[in-house]
């Protein structure tokens, strides 16, 4: 066993990572991936080697991040696995890992190298979920068909293709192959959207793809699409047939900020009740940044809303106005609020500040103003005059079997299979162009 830890310190020193005395910590030093998050795979791998220990080395990555909140959940996870013998601390870029160097001692090494081994475990267990995020096709997708024009279909935030399932029968009978693409939802748009385009492109590179495909995103997924279709910088306007946005965030959506705090939440929760694979997960898909870019005003949204629609691409909008709220509901909340507005001293005064968005809040989950999460107003895209508004909710446009288990109609179809019908038209020459 001593010859174990004399190798351990001569690996320390021959990676240039400083060993004190013989009962210090080992120090083990792991720079951050963006200034922010940690390769949890890296650190494993570090771990084993620099303490010594013999694992399985894990063969997928996980991204975790280290600074603020969401930070010191990670890093709380991390230690819950790797038990009390280690301590983990951000400085200057790096995480700092230190390790009891009695874990070498034979009566404690077995152990050690358990905890060592459930991290790359982990590691590997949560890249085998994460394999699913990217482009699929199903079985009704046919490469250059132009018999067969394929339809991409994007989730919104707290879903998945799934939400597609009672849309994809109906897209298929009509003649349409389908692709579905899938992403972890609470990521930051900009690492999303970038996502999107790379995995759009690399697919459509494997599969010898020449012909367009449509794009049908509903909620947050409009804005990962548009961030593509608008993308300056992507010149592949002949790869996009049409962009059609169901209940499109074009504005963004006050009732996004509850998701920051719902995803803190879980994340805590799940580390509370030691559910370490959990934590994981949550840790791992983000902690709500994408709901901050949903936050009308947002850094995300006002780049994206100040690019032009992109020339020779059909935009078709269809949003709901089916809210929560009834009319006499919203009067009624309207009309107590603003009394208390008009009041004198603190309450007053704090009242004013929080609702100064009253009308806007409202908008969104007021029937005949919203669809419960997205506002008619806040769907609407400079520059697209093919906007529809249907009585229907969030989850009903595309009838998600969140809300709806059996398969039935689905309120935006007639309005989808008409533009894909009139693009499809016009890409063959037989028809006129889309308004827009």
């Known amino acids: 066993m001593a010859v174990i830890a004399l190798l351990a310190l001569l690996v320390n020193v021959a990676a240039g990572f400083t060993v004190t005395a013989d009962r210090e910590p080992i120090e083990i030093r792991i720079p951050l991936v963006n200034s922010r998050e940690i390769d949890v795979g890296e650190l494993a791998a570090r771990i084993s080697a620099l303490t010594g220990v013999r694992i399985k080395p894990p063969v997928g990555k996980l991204l975790l991040p280290v600074a603020g909140v969401g930070g010191s959940l990670s890093r709380t996870t991390l230690g819950a696995i790797l038990g009390d013998d280690a301590r983990l601390e951000v400085d200057q870029g790096v995480l700092v890992v230190n390790v009891d160097r009695r874990v070498l001692d034979p009566d404690r090494l077995p152990g050690w190298t358990e905890s060592v081994q459930r991290l790359a475990e982990h590691v590997d267990r949560e890249a085998k979920r994460r394999a699913k995020y990217g482009m699929r096709a199903l079985k009704s997708y046919r490469p250059n068909d132009l018999s067969r024009p394929t339809i991409c279909l994007v989730h919104g935030l707290n879903s998945s293709s799934g939400g597609f399932v009672h849309m994809i029968t109906p897209l298929e009978e009509a003649g349409y192959g389908l692709v579905v693409y899938d992403y972890p939802y609470n990521r930051n748009l900009t690492e999303s959207s970038a996502q999107f385009a790379r995995d759009w492109?690399?697919?459509?590179?494997?599969?010898?793809?020449?012909?367009?495909?449509?794009?049908?995103?509903?909620?947050?997924?409009?804005?990962?699409?548009?961030?593509?279709?608008?993308?300056?910088?992507?010149?592949?306007?002949?790869?996009?047939?049409?962009?059609?946005?169901?209940?499109?965030?074009?504005?963004?959506?006050?009732?996004?900020?509850?998701?920051?705090?719902?995803?803190?939440?879980?994340?805590?929760?799940?580390?509370?009740?030691?559910?370490?694979?959990?934590?994981?997960?949550?840790?791992?898909?983000?902690?709500?940044?994408?709901?901050?870019?949903?936050?009308?005003?947002?850094?995300?949204?006002?780049?994206?809303?100040?690019?032009?629609?992109?020339?020779?691409?059909?935009?078709?909008?269809?949003?709901?106005?089916?809210?929560?709220?009834?009319?006499?509901?919203?009067?009624?909340?309207?009309?107590?609020?603003?009394?208390?507005?008009?009041?004198r001293g603190l309450l007053g005064g704090l009242t004013r500040f929080a609702t100064a968005d009253l009308s806007t809040r409202l908008d969104e989950v007021s029937d005949g103003f919203g669809d419960g999460c997205v506002s008619v107003a806040s769907s609407r895209l400079p520059?697209?005059?093919?906007?529809?508004?249907?009585?229907?909710?969030?989850?009903?446009?595309?009838?998600?079997?969140?809300?709806?288990?059996?398969?039935?109609?689905?309120?935006?179809?007639?309005?989808l299979l008409r533009w894909l019908d009139e693009n499809r038209s016009q890409a063959n020459g037989n028809g006129p162009g889309q308004s827009r």
């Open 201 to 343: 492109q690399a697919f459509r590179r494997l599969v010898g793809e020449k012909h367009p495909w449509a794009i049908v995103a509903h909620s947050m997924g409009a804005l990962v699409a548009r961030s593509f279709v608008e993308d300056p910088a992507v010149s592949t306007v002949s790869e996009i047939s049409s962009l059609i946005m169901v209940a499109p965030v074009n504005q963004g959506s006050s009732l996004a900020k509850a998701q920051t705090f719902l995803q803190l939440l879980n994340g805590v929760q799940a580390i509370q009740n030691k559910k370490t694979t959990e934590a994981l997960a949550h840790l791992g898909d983000g902690l709500g940044e994408a709901a901050e870019d949903l936050t009308p005003g947002s850094r995300f949204l006002t780049a994206l809303n100040r690019r032009t629609r992109r020339d020779g691409v059909p935009y078709h909008i269809v949003a709901g106005d089916a809210g929560i709220v009834s009319g006499e509901a919203r009067r009624t909340v309207e009309e107590r609020i603003n009394a208390i507005r008009k009041e």
């Open 383 to 415: 520059g697209v005059t093919d906007h529809v508004v249907i009585h229907a909710n969030h989850a009903e446009l595309i009838r998600a079997p969140l809300l709806f288990a059996n398969p039935g109609p689905v309120a935006c179809m007639p309005y």
